[in-house]
C-alpha cells in the first residue's frame, strides 16, 4: 500500500510521488477503493503506514537511530483515521474563503513526501498579509531532526515572537 493524506496536497497527487516505481497505478487505485470501502464496513481495522522509510524524513544517523527505536512511533492507523485525513483535504480547500491570519510556511528542500510546490502555491493564492514561506535546502521532511535544525528553530521562535514580520 502506498499512499499518503497531507492537508496540503491531493490525495491522487501524493499516491503517485509516494508510490514506489515497481508498484503499478491500478494497485495503488484499488488499494485506496479498498481502503475507503473498509471505512464505512470496518472504520477500526488498522493499516500500516506506508511511511516506514525513515529515511523520508531525515538522512541525520542519530535521528535515523532515534525513530528506529521510538517506543512510541506510529505504524499503524484505522480507516477511519485515514477518513479523518481525508476530510482534512476538504477543509484546507476551504482555507482561501478565510480571513487572513498571518501564516509561515516552513519547507523542507529536500522533500519526497508533499509537494512543495503545490504547497508554495496555495500560500501564494492566498494572498494574505503578513505571510512567509522559509526553505531548508539540505532538510527533508521532518525539519527538526534536519541538518539546519538550529536556523529553523530559530526562524521558528522569531515569528512566534513577532509573526507580522514575515514576507513572501
Same mark, same amino acid.
Given at each position: 500500500?502506498?499512499?499518503?493524506?497531507?492537508?496540503?496536497?491531493?490525495?491522487?497527487? #501524493?499516491?503517485? =510521488?509516494?508510490?514506489?516505481? /515497481?508498484?503499478?497505478?491500478?494497485?495503488? @487505485?484499488? %488499494?485506496? *477503493?479498498?481502503?475507503?470501502? #473498509?471505512?464505512? =464496513?470496518?472504520?477500526?481495522? /488498522?493499516?500500516?503506514?506506508?511511511?516506514? @522509510?525513515? %529515511?523520508? *524524513?531525515?538522512?541525520?544517523?542519530?535521528?535515523?537511530?532515534?525513530?528506529?527505536?521510538?517506543?512510541?512511533?506510529?505504524?499503524?492507523?484505522?480507516a477511519? *483515521?485515514y477518513?479523518?485525513?481525508?476530510?482534512?483535504?476538504?477543509?484546507?480547500?476551504?482555507?482561501?474563503?478565510?480571513?487572513?491570519?498571518p501564516?509561515?510556511?516552513?519547507?523542507?528542500?529536500e522533500?519526497?513526501?508533499?509537494?512543495n510546490?503545490?504547497?508554495?502555491?496555495?500560500?501564494?493564492?492566498?494572498?494574505?498579509?503578513?505571510?512567509?514561506?522559509?526553505?531548508?535546502e539540505?532538510?527533508?521532511?521532518?525539519l527538526?531532526?534536519?541538518?539546519?535544525?538550529?536556523?529553523f528553530?530559530?526562524?521558528?521562535?522569531?515569528?512566534?515572537?513577532?509573526?507580522?514580520?514575515?514576507?513572501?
Amino acid at each position: 500500500m502506498a499512499f499518503r493524506v497531507a492537508a496540503n496536497g491531493s490525495f491522487d497527487r #501524493l499516491t503517485q =510521488s509516494v508510490r514506489p516505481s /515497481s508498484v503499478p497505478v491500478l494497485y495503488v @487505485n484499488a %488499494e485506496k *477503493f479498498r481502503i475507503g470501502f #473498509l471505512m464505512i =464496513s470496518e472504520p477500526t481495522r /488498522s493499516y500500516d503506514i506506508p511511511l516506514n @522509510n525513515l %529515511e523520508l *524524513f531525515t538522512d541525520q544517523p542519530k535521528y535515523i537511530e532515534y525513530l528506529k527505536n521510538d517506543a512510541i512511533q506510529l505504524h499503524q492507523a484505522t480507516a477511519g *483515521f485515514y477518513l479523518a485525513s481525508r476530510r482534512m483535504d476538504k477543509v484546507v480547500a476551504k482555507i482561501t474563503k478565510a480571513p487572513p491570519v498571518p501564516l509561515q510556511m516552513l519547507l523542507a528542500g529536500e522533500e519526497r513526501i508533499i509537494d512543495n510546490e503545490r504547497s508554495r502555491e496555495l500560500v501564494r493564492s492566498l494572498n494574505w498579509p503578513h505571510t512567509s514561506m522559509s526553505t531548508y535546502e539540505r532538510s527533508r521532511h521532518t525539519l527538526e531532526f534536519g541538518p539546519q535544525q538550529e536556523e529553523f528553530l530559530k526562524d521558528l521562535i522569531a515569528w512566534v515572537g513577532d509573526p507580522k514580520t514575515g514576507k513572501i
